[in-house]
Nanobody, 115 residues
């Protein structure tokens, strides 16, 4: 089992920045991919950014050029730097980890972009 604990999030004005962090514990040796997903009210959860153990990153088109994901394989952490935030980025953001046949999600942290 893997446990994921997020930190960060909050309220920010449009155009502002936020940083989310996630710490993994438990069977971390099994994790291959870490990332972040989000779920806005009335919408399905989507993965917005992922990073492999080797550092390969992938982003959904809507956040490319604005979000940056990073990973520390020693500390078993993953972070998401979010810049130029838009109201449509408002959602609950979830830390994500996957390895083998298992997928794990954190409990989520609210990000609200509003003036």
């Amino acid at each position: 089992q893997v446990q994921l604990v997020e930190s960060g999030g909050g309220l920010v004005q449009p155009g502002g920045s936020l940083r989310l962090s996630c710490a993994a514990s438990g069977s971390v040796v099994s994790i291959v991919v870490m990332g972040w997903g989000r779920q806005a009210p009335g919408k399905q959860r989507e993965l917005v950014a992922t990073v492999t153990t080797g550092g390969r990153t992938n982003y959904v088109d809507s956040v490319k050029g604005r979000f940056t994901i990073s990973r520390d394989n020693v500390r078993n952490t993953v972070s998401l730097e979010m810049n130029s935030l838009k109201p449509e980025d408002t959602a609950v953001y979830y830390c994500y980890a996957a390895g083998g046949t298992r997928i794990y999600w954190g409990q989520g942290t609210q990000v609200t972009v509003s003036s």
